[in-house]
């Protein structure tokens, strides 16, 4: 399995971002699928992850926030962020078992 992550960027304080993890190569329904991110000078951590069958869990800090959902015919995941804070900047990656995507980087700047 290839995981690209896309949707990084540049947002304010309060604004929105949509990363998005489109795998290719394998079977990636099978597998739950995770973003992490990882702050400079922190330890990678994970942010939501959602089950194949959909049902989804987050880190403490982006509850009510972000919103991770998948569409196995397109073999897409989504992380929709919203109200972003300065300290969710970071790397967002995407991780499906032992496969992991190079990183987007997301900016709020403080």
């Known amino acids: 399995v290839q995981l690209q992550a896309s949707g990084g960027g540049l947002v304010q304080p309060g604004g929105s971002l949509r990363l998005s993890c489109q795998a290719s190569g394998g079977l990636f329904r099978v597998y739950t699928v995770s973003w992490y991110r990882q702050a400079p000078g922190k330890r990678r951590e994970s942010v939501a992850a959602i089950t194949t069958g959909g049902t989804a869990t987050y880190e403490d800090s982006v509850k009510g926030r972000f919103t991770i959902s998948r569409d196995n015919a397109k073999n897409t995941v989504t992380l929709q962020m919203n109200s972003l804070k300065p300290e969710d900047t970071a790397v967002y990656y995407c991780?499906?078992?032992?496969?992991w995507g190079q990183g987007t980087l997301v900016t709020s700047p403080a």
């Open positions: 991780n499906a078992f032992t496969f």
